[in-house]
Each structure stands twice: as C-alpha cells, then as structure tokens.
C-alpha cells in the first residue's frame, strides 16, 4: 500500500515561492548580462555612456507600465488599456495645465487622478459586473483612446511655454552627473512597487487573490474591494508613465500609446511574473522591462531592419510565455 508524502504547510509554500523567483530572477539577469556582452562585443558603440542612458530613458515609460501590469498579472488579470489610459492621461494633464492654466503640480496630480479613476473603472467592471479583465481592459482601451483624441481635438497639445513641466523627464537632480529625471522616476517608482508588494496588505492580497480567488473569498477576504484598490493603483502608475512621456517629448499626443500595453505585458512575463496569477516580483519587472529595452537598443545599433527588430521580441516574448507556461506544468 502507498503512502503519501508529507502535505505541504504554509510556510514550505513560501520557501518554494521564494526559491521559484529567486530562480526566475537569476535566469532574467544572467539573460540580460549575456545580452549586454554580446552587444558591446558586436558594437563599441553599444556600451557607450549616452547609449547606455538612452537604454535606461526609453525604458522609464515602459518600465512605470509594467510595473503597474504586475500587480494585475499577479491577480491571474490582465491590463490592455495602459497604452490609451497613459495617453488619456498625458491629454488631461496637458489641458489642466495649458487650457485651465492650473499649477504644473495640480495638472501632474489631475493626469495620476485621471490614470487611478481609469483604473478604478476597469476595477469596477472586473469586479462587480464579473466582466472578465480581458474584456473590460480592451472596452477601457477604446473608451480612452476615443477620450485622448476628443478632449484634445485629435490635435498635440504642446508644453513650450512650462520649461519646468519638461524638467519632470529630461532635467536632473543629481549635480554634475547628466542623468535624466525620468529615470530616476522609473527606479524609485520600482522601490515604491516592490514596498507595496513586499511589504503591505495590499501585496499581500494580491498574491493571495492570484493565487486561489476563491478560498481568498472564503476566508473572509472581500476580494471585490481588493480588486478595485489592486486596478486603482497599476491605473496610477500608468497615470505616473503619462507623465513622463509628456514631459519627455514635451506635448502630449493623442494619438500615441496603443501597443504600448504589450511591450509593458511582455516586460512582466519576461521577468519572470506568471500569467496564471500568484507569482511575481518588481525586481523581475525591472529587470523584463531592460531586456526590452537592451534588446531593441542592440538591434537597431546593429542596423537590423525594424521588420526583423519585432520578430525577434516576439520569438522572445513567445518564448518567455512558454517557460512560463513549462514552470507552471512542473510546479503543479
């Protein structure tokens, strides 16, 4: 007769979840390492200082993204409007400030209301109305993008005239090192993330809401309300990543920011978060959304022609999907 193995105690859990990022995060770095190398070998320009600042200034927009999708993906959801939504609130900013005559502070502090309000809605949607996330997101992509082109009459609205808007992105606070602000935004918007998740109720709940919604319900956890709060927070970080696009190209662009949701998306899963839900970390985030980066950044240095620049991230993409999909069949 068989007997069967010790059942597995929470705290055993935990210790195969921490081992299972640590392990995700280490194969995310040693790809990027790897990647890093064969790029400044195949171009001395490559690893070159304002190269290597125009990396870290094209992943700050990208990277705010994903850093928001992650606390989604981790709930087993998904977000396709932070393209739009990041648009949406680039436009409102743009008019808080250019149209209104509002405070650059009141216009920033309106752009990340507007990105939590979006957020909130889709929450909304997800939650009480049990439209599935796939669905209310891509309503929520629509709904934006026709607001961005409405609100701003399809036209750019231009901040030449608030040099102090622009300084939000491209000015530096750190004397004697030309380091633009924006990424100094992408990095502590990543401690920031990686606090709430690590260390709140909130990231708590997340994992469990990713997890097993269910038995979380059970529990005594009032998921719906979780929910709404998990989308209001990715909807201002996404809110955050409008920001520093206007300031970075110094207007706001109504019609920018579709496909912007995939490259955050891919970011996640290629540091390592799982589409299933319950797993996840920023560091892998951060990490996912600098391979993008280096990867585009390389190729383009290389001369590859674009056609063959986004069938390369795709292969990648694909194939990060599937060793998460191959981690999920092992672990389970």
């Known amino acids: 007769m068989e007997t069967q193995g010790p059942q597995l105690i929470p705290?055993?859990?935990?210790?195969?979840?921490?081992?299972?990022n640590a392990i995700q995060q280490f194969l995310a770095f040693g790809s990027l390492i790897i990647l890093i190398i064969f790029f400044s070998i195949a171009s001395p320009n490559f690893f070159q200082f304002n190269n290597i600042i125009?990396?870290?200034?094209?992943?700050?927009?990208?990277?705010?993204?994903?850093?928001?999708?992650?606390?989604?993906?981790?709930?087993?959801?998904?977000?396709?409007?932070?393209?739009?939504?990041?648009?949406?609130?680039s436009v409102m900013t743009g008019v808080f400030i250019t149209s209104m005559g509002l405070p650059i502070i009141v216009g920033v502090l309106g752009g990340i209301l507007?990105?939590?309000?979006?957020?909130?809605?889709?929450?909304?949607?997800i939650a009480?109305?049990?439209?599935?996330?796939?669905?209310?997101?891509l309503a929520m992509m629509m709904i934006a993008k026709g607001l961005a082109l409405v609100i701003s009459g399809a036209a750019p609205i231009y901040f030449t005239s608030y040099e102090a808007f622009t300084e939000i992105a491209m000015g530096s606070i750190?004397?004697?090192?030309?380091?633009?602000?924006?990424?100094?935004?992408?990095?502590?918007?990543?401690?920031?993330?990686?606090?709430?998740?690590?260390?709140?109720?909130?990231?708590r709940f997340t994992f469990a809401i990713g997890s097993n919604?269910?038995?979380?319900?059970?529990?005594?956890?009032?998921?719906?309300?979780?929910?709404?709060?998990?989308?209001?927070?990715?909807?201002?970080?996404?809110?955050?990543?409008?920001?520093?696009?206007?300031?970075?190209?110094n207007s706001a662009q109504p019609a920018l920011g579709q496909g912007y949701e995939l490259e955050a998306i891919a970011a996640v899963v290629i540091g390592g978060t799982s589409l299933s839900g319950g797993k996840g970390?920023?560091?892998?985030?951060?990490?996912?959304?600098?391979?993008?980066?280096?990867?585009?950044?390389?190729?383009?240095i290389l001369s590859v022609p674009q056609e063959w620049q986004t069938v390369v991230v795709g292969a990648v993409i694909l194939f990060a999907v599937y060793t998460d999909v191959i981690r999920n069949k092992k672990a389970n």
Request: proline share 3%; with cysteine; hydrophobic share 55%.
């Open 174 to 203: 750190i004397p004697g090192i030309e380091i633009p602000n924006a990424i100094l935004i992408f990095f502590g918007m990543a401690v920031i993330g990686g606090i709430i998740l690590n260390k709140t109720i909130i990231g």
């Open 128 to 137: 009480k109305f049990r439209i599935p996330p796939f669905i209310a997101t």
């Open 281 to 300: 970390t920023i560091l892998g985030t951060v990490i996912g959304a600098l391979i993008m980066s280096v990867l585009t950044n390389g190729l383009r």
């Open 213 to 249: 919604e269910e038995a979380t319900r059970l529990s005594g956890v009032n998921v719906n309300k979780w929910k709404i709060i998990i989308y209001s927070i990715a909807g201002i970080f996404t809110g955050i990543g409008g920001i520093v696009m206007a300031a970075r190209l």
């Open 54 to 89: 125009g990396i870290l200034l094209s992943t700050s927009v990208i990277g705010i993204l994903a850093l928001g999708a992650t606390f989604i993906i981790i709930t087993s959801g998904i977000d396709l409007s932070v393209g739009t939504v990041m648009t949406l609130c």
């Open 11 to 20: 705290n055993d859990k935990k210790k195969i979840h921490l081992k299972s």
């Open 114 to 125: 507007t990105g939590a309000t979006a957020g909130a809605i889709a929450g909304i949607a």
